[in-house]
Each structure stands twice: as C-alpha cells, then as structure tokens.
C-alpha cells in the first residue's frame, strides 16, 4: 500500500506538466483542485490516461493542448468530479417545486394564458435528476399535462454520460427513492436489477453537452427554474459567481435557482438573487 502511494505521489511530482494540467482543468472546467487532492486527482484520471494510451501526465497534458475542446475533456471531469445520482435526489427541494413553486407559477401563467413550463438541470450526469423532473410535472399537471408545453433540459460536459442519459437504463437502486406507485408507472423493467424510463415519458427530457465555464449560455428562452446542485464545491467563488450570472440571465424573472443544499452563492450574488431556503433561490 505505501509503495502504491510513493510511486503515485513520484508520478505527480516528477511530472513536468502537472500544474499546467491543473490550469488548464481550470481554464476549460472551472475545477480547482487542492494540492492536498493531488494524489487522489492522480488516481483519479488513470482510467483516462489509460484509455488515450498515455502513461504519464505530460503524454496527457499534450493530448489536451492538441485539442482541449474534445471528448477527452469531458471525460475527465467525469473522472474527477462525483458523478453517482439516483431518482428523487434530495427531495426536499421536489417538495418545494411541487408545493410552492408550481402552483404559484401555473397559476401566473394561466392568467397571462401563456401554457409553457420550462426547467434546466444543469451538469445532469447520467439524467436521473431530469427525468425525476419530468415525472414530477407531469404528475403534477395532471390531465392538463398534454395542454402545456413542457420541456426538461438535462445538460452536461461529458458527451458519454449524456448517452446513458438518453438510453435512460438504470439500476434499480437508483430507482430505489421514487414512490411505489410512479415506480409502476412511469418504469419498465430490463431485467431483475435493471430498469428503463417508459419511452413514452421520455419525449419531453432532451439532453445536450455544455461546459459551464463557457460564457452566455445559449438558450431560445428563459426558464421557470434551474436545478444545478452539488456542482459548486468544486469551483471556487470566481467560478460560483461566472455560473450564477449565466444563469440569472436564462432565468424569467422570479424564477427560482437550486443548488444542493450545502452550497451557498457568496454574499455578492445576494444583489441578484433571493434566499428562499438552504440551496433554494429566487431571482430578483
């Protein structure tokens, strides 16, 4: 065990490029990562290393220079951030949008007869979090769901995880927190411990690659609410402020934003957005 760790913490330290690809991880994810998570950072992109043929960080740093806007990049914030998730994920903040978000919201909207409802769920991974979402709108809306327009857009970095997120396969412990009855109706099963969203529910969830540190994100419209949690403890507050400006620009006014709950957007957002409850803001 001691000599694995010696040999990692001797990669990293003879490896000419390391800060360079930690800068440049920053430059094009908005990651930053501590010289005390070097050594798991390390670990952590073997995986990539091994899959493009590179037996050190400088054979890396260089795939990376050549072309830092393709897969490879993508795959590396797979690699260094957390991607686990599951179905109903923190569902305090579904109860809010449920009970106080959108009643108020479909109410406004049906007095201006404007029939659309939009969500962004921002760094989705593997789409669990949208797809929740989706059901939750249309549970909610009911027998009126097919006299809106509703969409769930899932967005993130990775390419890969994306398309696990379009095939909507899961297994079925991360299926494990929705309620028996929506279980039922809104799954099939694959097999024994594997699961899929029925296709007829998966019509109004798309997904498309985009890297938060990219400057104005491109939408059509606004959206009702944006969902973006457990993303902000890997940036630092120039990288909170970047992501929490982008996206008060998407949001129609009064439109709520959430990130995980033990995150906060830094006194200077405060101008600009509203404190509702932990990880839940309002736009000014």
């Not at 079925?172 to 007829?200: H, S």
Request: proline share 3%.
């Amino acid at each position: 065990m001691n000599t694995n760790t010696n040999a990692n913490r001797t990669n990293i330290l003879e490896c000419n490029n390391y800060e360079s690809v930690k800068e440049l991880i920053y430059t094009h994810l908005g990651i930053s990562i501590s010289e005390k998570d070097q050594e798991e950072f390390f670990h952590k992109l073997k995986p990539v290393m091994s899959a493009y043929n590179c037996k050190t960080l400088d054979e890396l740093f260089q795939l990376l220079l050549e072309d830092p806007n393709n897969e490879i990049l993508g795959e590396i914030a797979n690699k260094i951030t957390t991607n686990y998730s599951y179905f109903n994920r923190e569902t305090n903040h579904f109860d809010f949008l449920r009970s106080k978000v959108l009643p108020e919201l479909v109410a406004e909207l049906r007095k201006k007869s404007t029939f659309k409802l939009s969500i962004w769920s921002a760094a989705c991974s593997t789409g669990e979090e949208p797809y929740t979402l989706g059901i939750l709108l249309r549970e909610f809306l009911g027998a009126y769901y097919d006299n809106w327009i509703v969409s769930v857009l899932g967005t993130d970095i990775s390419s890969k995880v994306l398309k696990e997120a379009k095939n909507a396969i899961y297994p079925l412990e991360r299926v494990e927190g929705m309620p028996a009855d929506l279980f039922l109706k809104y799954f099939d099963r694959v097999d024994p411990q594997t699961v899929k969203v029925k296709d007829e529910y998966k019509k109004d969830v798309g997904f498309r690659v985009l890297n938060l540190k990219h400057n104005g994100y491109q939408f059509r419209e606004g959206f009702n609410a944006v969902f973006c949690r457990n993303v902000f403890i890997y940036f630092d507050e120039k990288m909170i402020d970047h992501v929490a400006m982008n996206v008060h620009r998407c949001l129609d006014k009064g439109g709520y934003f959430f990130i995980g709950v033990s995150e906060t957007l830094g006194k200077r957002n405060t101008n600009y957005f509203e404190f509702i409850a932990p990880g839940i803001y309002r736009k000014k």
